[in-house]
């Protein structure tokens, strides 16, 4: 007789554990199998949710090395549904553990077979019914949809799977942040109305916290900043020519050139541009202006990135000023403020909605459908969807809805940043935005001495961890695909690549420049691609987009999402007076803060460090295992160059970073 002992975790799910009666028979590669044993610890309730069961079994088959498992349940008990994590056995006499992944609901009446790690290309499963009827299962359940026609494709119906705790979390933060908001408005509402810039400054310490931008928001220096290292940095472009429409000239530059000419500064490579045309007739607030800004920077002697000229509309003309350094300090402060609303609707509707939360729900929806959970390239991404489906759902039915968050604080409101985000992802290809070294270098910002825009950090910090995500992606791939001949013959990786690049009106995502050629994936180069921007985009892009908007938004005069009145036509001077009435009132003031406050928290694990472990296969562990250490190696890296600056920019530490889009 032989004693075994059994781990089973269930999952932390709604509704994840069971009363039903369980059985588990155990079987080894020598063709040996135990009798079904049932798991029941008596006067103990087992199988609750989130709980890890010990059972010790006794059996007469001797198995030293449990190979496959067979689990069933039946539809005892007021409650029988049942979600299993995981299940380890070991042989007390051989003293060898084996561990089986399950991380699935157990259907009731059914034998499920399991093997060790379970881990199998479908070509190599030695169950292929099996799991073939649980990826039809699972079609079923994630269905496409066009929610918004012209946005990215979206769940059709959420499953039950997908209704996760981060709407909770959510609630909670707003809970949270809404009490402290109750203390602040005490404050901000029982005082008159702004009578100074500094007065608003005066509600941040003791309740929400001091924005980073705050500081030195005034400073020319700071918007500098603002377009390399906070929310959106994506806009800035090399600039090699001056667009006809601008009317910038050189003369009106020139003493801001440090005693170089245009042409020089061009050459050089000093010299950047911002166009925002893509704002042009998208819809507006009642009442409210988005400008449609064009603005030229220039990169100082100490590489520091600085404002030369904006021009708040499109096309020059005599209503339509060039604001200069120069100009009065108040009317040039209101310029960049006026451009600031631009880039930040800009930055909700396209670098933070469109470009990353749904964009990448199709990828997520994409998966689910076509890998089985034993496939390891879902084992590899499912990490890095945790909560996407549950978050997008929320936010558009909670903050873009009409009457929501963003109706109430952005310039153009609900309907303007649909609008906007569908001009932003009808646009986004996988082989140019979503390979962050090309989207680096089709702006002319790449490059290998360091000596294009010096101070951009979150460029440098994004190309190093593209290159960890890439180089462990490689490796993980590389370990299944050996060989072209696996992956061609891989009918669920192909099947991915189908969906996700197939025209929306064909029933797929319509992924543009997916490297899906002659409708497969050919080699693993292609395969890898994929699959870095995928993981890229989930935890570095939105990190970047996202955990930055407390200090760049939290003090709303820094970088407003909307202006009373109209832009300037003049340049006339103006006083911090005229300033004051172009800002929000204390209530939409109070909810700017509260919101983005929510927004920068952190939803999931750091990037590496998964909330649900899905892999298993050793050799599989060891490259996760290297990966993680040489994010830590980033780590250090960033740290040891923060020490180095006045301002540091910390928003891509690896343990900063979460897996996933998780809010």
Same mark, same amino acid.
């Given at each position: 007789?032989?004693?075994?002992? %059994?781990?089973?975790?269930?999952?932390?799910?709604?509704?994840?554990?069971?009363?039903?009666?369980?059985?588990?028979?155990?079987?080894?590669?020598?063709?040996?199998?135990?009798?079904?044993?049932?798991?029941?610890?008596?006067?103990?309730?087992?199988?609750?949710?989130?709980?890890?069961?010990?059972?010790?079994?006794?059996?007469?088959?001797?198995?030293?090395?449990?190979?496959?498992?067979?689990?069933?349940?039946?539809?005892?008990?007021?409650?029988?549904?049942?979600?299993?994590?995981?299940?380890?056995?070991?042989?007390?006499?051989?003293?060898?553990?084996?561990?089986?992944?399950?991380?699935?609901?157990?259907?009731?009446?059914?034998?499920?077979?399991?093997?060790?790690?379970?881990?199998?290309?479908?070509?190599?499963?030695?169950?292929?019914?099996?799991?073939?009827?649980?990826?039809?299962?699972?079609?079923?359940?994630?269905?496409?949809?066009?929610?918004?026609?012209?946005?990215? %494709?979206?769940?059709?119906?959420?499953?039950?799977?997908?209704?996760?705790?981060?709407?909770?979390?959510?609630?909670?933060?707003?809970?949270?942040?809404?009490?402290?908001?109750?203390?602040?408005?005490?404050?901000?509402?029982?005082?008159?109305?702004?009578?100074?810039?500094?007065?608003?400054?005066?509600?941040?310490?003791?309740?929400?916290?001091?924005?980073?931008?705050?500081?030195?928001?005034?400073?020319?220096?700071?918007?500098?900043?603002?377009?390399?290292?906070?929310?959106?940095?994506?806009?800035?472009?090399?600039?090699?020519?001056?667009?006809?429409?601008?009317?910038?000239?050189?003369?009106?530059?020139?003493?801001?050139?440090?005693?170089?000419?245009?042409?020089?500064?061009?050459?050089?490579?000093?010299?950047?541009?911002?166009?925002?045309?893509?704002?042009?007739?998208?819809?507006?607030?009642?009442?409210?202006?988005?400008?449609?800004?064009?603005?030229?920077?220039?990169?100082?002697?100490?590489?520091?990135?600085?404002?030369?000229?904006?021009?708040?509309?499109?096309?020059?003309?005599?209503?339509?000023?060039?604001?200069?350094?120069?100009?009065?300090?108040?009317?040039?402060?209101?310029?960049?403020?006026?451009?600031?609303?631009?880039?930040?609707?800009?930055?909700?509707?396209?670098?933070?909605?469109?470009?990353?939360?749904?964009?990448?729900?199709?990828?997520?929806?994409?998966?689910?459908?076509?890998?089985?959970?034993?496939?390891?390239?879902?084992?590899?991404?499912?990490?890095?969807?945790?909560?996407?489906?549950?978050?997008?759902?929320?936010?558009?039915? %909670?903050?873009?809805?009409?009457?929501?968050?963003?109706?109430?604080?952005?310039?153009?409101?609900?309907?303007?940043?649909?609008?906007?985000?569908?001009?932003?992802?009808?646009?986004?290809?996988?082989?140019?935005?979503?390979?962050?070294?090309?989207?680096?270098?089709?702006?002319?910002?790449?490059?290998?001495?360091?000596?294009?825009?010096?101070?951009?950090?979150?460029?440098?910090?994004?190309?190093?961890?593209?290159?960890?995500?890439?180089?462990?992606?490689?490796?993980?791939?590389?370990?299944?695909?050996?060989?072209?001949?696996?992956?061609?013959?891989?009918?669920?990786?192909?099947?991915?690549?189908?969906?996700?690049?197939?025209?929306?009106?064909?029933?797929?995502?319509?992924?543009?420049?997916?490297?899906?050629?002659?409708?497969?994936?050919?080699?693993?180069?292609?395969?890898?691609?994929?699959?870095?921007?995928?993981?890229?985009?989930?935890?570095?892009?939105?990190?970047?987009?996202?955990?930055?908007?407390?200090?760049?938004?939290?003090?709303?005069?820094?970088?407003?999402?909307?202006?009373?009145?109209?832009?300037?036509?003049?340049?006339?001077?103006?006083?911090?007076?005229?300033?004051?009435?172009?800002?929000?009132?204390?209530?939409?003031?109070?909810?700017?803060?509260?919101?983005?406050?929510?927004?920068?928290?952190?939803?999931?694990?750091?990037?590496?460090?998964?909330?649900?472990?899905?892999?298993?296969?050793?050799?599989?562990?060891?490259?996760?295992?290297?990966?993680?250490?040489?994010?830590?190696?980033?780590?250090?890296?960033?740290?040891?160059?923060?020490?180095?600056?006045?301002?540091?920019?910390?928003?891509?530490?690896?343990?900063?970073?979460?897996?996933?889009?998780?809010?």
């Amino acid at each position: 007789m032989v004693t075994y002992e %059994v781990k089973i975790k269930t999952g932390d799910k709604k509704r994840a554990g069971t009363d039903a009666n369980v059985t588990l028979v155990l079987l080894g590669g020598d063709g040996k199998v135990t009798k079904p044993l049932a798991l029941d610890n008596w006067l103990w309730n087992d199988f609750e949710r989130g709980q890890l069961d010990v059972f010790t079994c006794q059996d007469d088959a001797d198995i030293p090395d449990v190979t496959d498992i067979k689990l069933r349940r039946d539809t005892s008990g007021l409650f029988s549904d049942w979600y299993v994590e995981k299940i380890e056995v070991t042989n007390q006499k051989s003293g060898v553990t084996s561990v089986f992944p399950i991380l699935r609901w157990v259907r009731p009446d059914v034998d499920l077979y399991f093997g060790k790690y379970d881990t199998y290309l479908p070509q190599s499963d030695p169950r292929p019914e099996q799991r073939n009827e649980e990826l039809q299962r699972k079609r079923a359940l994630y269905d496409y949809t066009e929610k918004t026609p012209g946005l990215p %494709v979206q769940i059709k119906t959420l499953p039950e799977d997908e209704m996760f705790t981060s709407a909770v979390k959510f609630d909670l933060l707003l809970k949270k942040y809404m009490f402290k908001a109750e203390k602040a408005g005490q404050m901000l509402f029982g005082g008159t109305a702004w009578e100074t810039l500094e007065d608003l400054t005066e509600v941040y310490s003791s309740l929400f916290g001091i924005p980073k931008d705050m500081k030195d928001w005034k400073s020319d220096i700071n918007f500098g900043w603002q377009r390399l290292n906070s929310v959106n940095p994506n806009v800035i472009r090399l600039c090699t020519e001056i667009p006809e429409k601008f009317g910038v000239t050189e003369e009106m530059i020139k003493p801001f050139l440090e005693g170089l000419t245009m042409s020089q500064v061009i050459v050089n490579r000093r010299l950047f541009i911002v166009d925002l045309e893509i704002l042009d007739g998208i819809h507006t607030a009642d009442g409210f202006i988005c400008p449609i800004p064009i603005a030229l920077f220039f990169t100082d002697g100490l590489g520091q990135l600085k404002p030369l000229a904006i021009q708040l509309f499109q096309q020059k003309g005599p209503d339509n000023p060039v604001f200069l350094p120069s100009d009065p300090p108040y009317t040039w402060l209101l310029a960049k403020m006026w451009y600031n609303v631009a880039d930040s609707n800009y930055h909700q509707a396209i670098t933070h909605l469109g470009n990353t939360h749904l964009i990448m729900e199709g990828f997520c929806i994409a998966a689910n459908r076509c890998l089985s959970p034993t496939h390891p390239m879902f084992k590899l991404l499912a990490p890095h969807f945790l909560f996407i489906i549950a978050i997008n759902n929320h936010a558009l039915n %909670v903050l873009v809805s009409p009457g929501g968050w963003i109706d109430k604080t952005l310039a153009i409101g609900s309907t303007g940043v649909l609008e906007l985000a569908k001009k932003g992802v009808r646009t986004w290809r996988m082989d140019c935005e979503g390979n962050y070294p090309e989207w680096i270098k089709s702006r002319g910002l790449f490059s290998k001495d360091g000596s294009i825009l010096p101070t951009f950090y979150q460029r440098d910090d994004s190309l190093t961890l593209y290159e960890a995500i890439r180089n462990y992606v490689t490796k993980y791939v590389n370990l299944y695909y050996d060989s072209s001949d696996k992956l061609l013959n891989d009918e669920e990786i192909q099947n991915f690549g189908r969906e996700v690049s197939t025209p929306k009106p064909e029933g797929g995502c319509g992924v543009l420049g997916v490297p899906f050629e002659n409708g497969k994936f050919s080699c693993p180069d292609q395969l890898i691609l994929v699959l870095t921007s995928v993981i890229f985009t989930s935890s570095v892009v939105h990190a970047a987009a996202n955990f930055a908007q407390y200090d760049a938004y939290g003090f709303p005069p820094n970088y407003p999402f909307k202006l009373n009145g109209a832009p300037p036509k003049t340049t006339n001077p103006l006083k911090e007076g005229d300033i004051l009435k172009y800002l929000m009132d204390k209530s939409t003031t109070l909810d700017t803060m509260t919101i983005t406050k929510i927004l920068s928290e952190r939803g999931t694990n750091a990037l590496g460090d998964f909330e649900v472990n899905y892999t298993y296969d050793p050799p599989a562990v060891q490259i996760v295992d290297n990966f993680r250490k040489e994010l830590k190696e980033i780590s250090v890296k960033i740290h040891e160059r923060n020490k180095t600056l006045e301002r540091k920019y910390e928003y891509l530490l690896p343990e900063e970073i979460p897996n996933s889009i998780s809010i």
